[in-house]
């Protein structure tokens, strides 16, 4: 059944006036009433997760102005992809320790810009630390929804990012009374061995609006299925039976003509057979927003968002991903 009011997660913080994944940007999203924060979890070549987009870490460390790692810059390949950079796997935590965090889109968001090179990155541990004491600070409750970046990259390199997670939530105290914790990842067969070894977990597949999970197409080739036919009822029974929900792109719920007729559609569909659903990412500029809710002034200024934003909470989400935590507070909470 859907929710009075959409669940809303603050966006590796509040993404949108600090660095992500910064400490700052997760305290100051809960003081901005989000009800969870999303950490994106990688692994480090000792084993322990770290909160990052990517595991290339170039576009939001300083790690290319360290000439002590100068030599980690490497080029990488999977299925095809090929990429060039510093990732956390080449680095011990104590190493990544030295590196400070900067903005991942300095010209959208200069605000945010003026705040890099000041803080450390995170770990899972201390995501969740500090949303036990947001819990506490506020008197609300603050959940962690995980995402499980390139799981099978990294079993490919012998991690187990699934186990890696089990055990920490563990080691945390999560989730427990008032820590409610999502598990949400591209890839379901992590989903399924977290889910088979009964970690305790809201379950949610994550879909991108065009292409095939990796792990699928690893196991099945050319059979894949696309992430557009498991959002079909027939891939809703198929593909997503046994989780506990969806969390698809913006432009899935808003449509091809941005009125959100197929969103309201498909939350239906998904309602029908018990699954929750989730969306990604709402954002105020001009570049995020579909075409018809633009405005003058450029990419990086704000847009008709609170028009796209009502489109999609009277679709009937169950939970939004905003990088603007006070925005979407305003909008989707009252």
């Known amino acids: ?15 949108g006036y600090r660095p992500e994944h910064s400490r ?18 990688v692994a480090t070549r000792d084993g322990v997760l770290v909160v990052r987009h990517e595991n290339e870490i170039s576009g939001t460390t300083d790690v290319a102005s360290h000439p002590e790692f100068a030599d980690r810059r490497t080029t990488k390949s999977f299925l095809g992809h090929t990429m060039t ?24 968001r200069p605000e945010s810009a003026q705040h890099d090179g000041y803080e450390p990155m995170l770990r899972l541990s201390d995501v969740l ?16 929804v995980v995402e499980i970046k390139h799981d099978a990259y990294f079993r490919s390199i012998g991690s187990d990012l ?29 989903l399924e061995r977290m889910r088979a070894r009964e970690t305790e977990a809201q379950y949610v597949f994550l879909l991108e609006a065009t292409g095939s ?56 569909a998904a309602h029908a057979r018990g699954l ?15 075409k018809r809710f633009r405005a003058g002034g450029g990419k990086a200024a704000f847009g008709d968002y609170e028009a796209e934003w009502s489109l999609i909470r009277d679709a009937g989400v169950d ?4 990088d603007h935590t006070d925005l979407g507070a305003e909008l989707f909470l009252r």
Request: hydrophobic share 45%; with cysteine; glycine share 10%.
């Open 85 to 108: 950079g510093w990732f956390t796997e080449d680095f011990t935590w104590a190493e990544l320790q030295t590196l400070r965090l900067r903005e991942r889109i300095p010209t959208l």
């Open 1 to 15: 059944m859907p929710a009075t009011r959409p669940l809303l997660v603050a966006h590796r913080g509040a993404s």
């Open 129 to 144: 630390e500090i949303a036990a004491d947001g819990a506490r600070r506020t008197g609300r409750e603050i959940g962690v």
């Open 319 to 322: 939970g939004v991903f905003v």
């Open 276 to 290: 929750v659903v989730y969306t990604w990412t709402c954002r105020p500029e001009n570049a995020f927003l579909a």
């Open 213 to 268: 999970p990796v792990d699928m197409m690893i196991e099945r080739g050319a059979d894949a299925p696309t992430y557009a036919e498991i959002v079909e009822p027939a891939g809703l029974d198929r593909w997503v039976a046994g989780f506990d929900g969806i969390s698809v792109a913006k432009s899935m719920i808003l449509g091809p003509d941005a009125t959100a007729r197929a969103g309201a559609a498909l939350v239906e």
């Open 24 to 41: 700052s940007a997760y305290e100051l999203a809960i003081d901005m009433g989000c009800d969870a924060v999303e950490p994106d979890v």
């Open 162 to 190: 699934g186990a890696l997670v089990a055990t920490e939530l563990s080691a945390s105290g999560w989730p427990g009374p008032g820590r409610p914790v999502t598990i949400e990842s591209f890839e379901p067969s992590v």
